[in-house]
């Protein structure tokens, strides 16, 4: 095998290995911020397509299917405002330690592609930490400056505990009590030098029940005591009772996190001002640049499916990806190589999206909507 071709086939066998089970722990997530760009597809013409062999033909779909299911992410205005504040926020953080540092509650809906938004920031500033300070730290242990930790409906301070241990891969995560898995998740936060601590799926926490509350409590902790930036992401955090205030002490204990939390949001996609259409259409672009169809046309998405494609994915950016994945797949498997409304109709998208396609696609086409900004139309 050729050097470009062992090299290629690294980078395969790199991206291959990455799934979210892997996120759980340290190496996982490394390969996810060491990962190489994945290799393109060529674009081929349908003449060029039917000169290719049979085992050169499954090869090439076998490289589309893998490339279309991985299209993001996307640099969109949503994502470029959220990391902008990100840095803000983190970077400011650098206090001396005898200063708690302030935590960021990311509470947005579901389809708008929090946790993709999040990993590529976390990504980007585990390279440059480790651009900036070296793979060791002064002391010889390994630097991870990322710890991810994903929480479940049942989980209390010792699972919190024992999921930071489980990333970093601590022989004492089997057992001990809460107070023990702390200490040593401490020690692992300082041996790593970790900067950034994210906690997913918050809002799987029950926060008015007692976990909840000792998890709350936990919180305060590491704010306190461990010299990270503490990032939680979920849905509907404020209305669970993340920044509550009042009398009782279950939400004194609540209102404590919140004065420490700065939220922040992720807004769908919308077409009710220039500026929101023009950001739908740029999107748009970005993504149609991105297909590998040979059947594909300059303004195949942004002019031909903008109306389509908005009340399809009701501006989600999750649902929308979703949709143009599938369709590709279908556009490849058939050999259509295009996406047009035809084949898009016949490719199911997720519930909530399609429960809310008919009121759009009735405003679309009466006028009460549109979605081209009106210079492109």
Known sequence: MSKPAR??????????????????????????????????????????????????????????????ANLGPLRTPQME???????????????????????????????????????????????????????????????????????????????????????????????????????RALDCVLSAETKLLIVDDLHFLRWRDRSGIEVSNHFKYIANEFPVTLLMIGVGLEAKGLFSEGGSYANAVLAQTGRRTTPLDL??????????RTDWRNTLLAIEERVVLAEKRPGMLADNLSDYLFARSTGHIGSLMTLINRGCQRAVRTGAERLDESLLDQVKNDAAAETARAE????????????RPERAA
């Open 7 to 68: 090299a290629q086939a690294k980078e395969v066998d790199l991206r291959s290995r990455l799934d979210h089970l892997t996120l759980s722990r340290k190496e996982g997530f490394q390969r996810l911020a060491d990962a190489p760009p994945r290799p393109r597809p060529d674009q081929l013409a349908r003449r060029q397509i039917k000169q290719l062999g049979e085992t050169a033909l499954e090869e090439y779909n076998r490289g589309r299917r893998n490339w279309h």
């Open 81 to 183: 405002a959220l990391h902008e504040d990100l840095w803000d926020i983190f970077d400011s953080n650098a206090q001396d330690g005898d200063k708690a540092k302030g935590s960021i509650a990311l509470d947005a809906f579901p389809g708008l592609g929090k946790t993709t938004a999040v990993l590529a920031f976390a990504r980007k500033l585990h390279r440059r930490t480790i651009r900036e300070e070296g793979e060791l730290t002064d002391a010889g242990h390994e630097r991870w400056p990322v710890c991810r930790v994903g929480l479940t409906a049942n989980t209390g301070m010792r699972d919190f505990n024992r999921a930071i241990l489980e990333y970093y891969g601590h022989p004492g995560r089997f057992r001990g009590t809460a107070a023990e898995f702390g200490y």
């Open 267 to 276: 807004a769908p996609f919308t077409i009710d001002s220039e500026q929101g």
């Open 360 to 371: 759009l696609e009735h405003a679309l086409a009466s006028g009460r909507l549109a979605s």
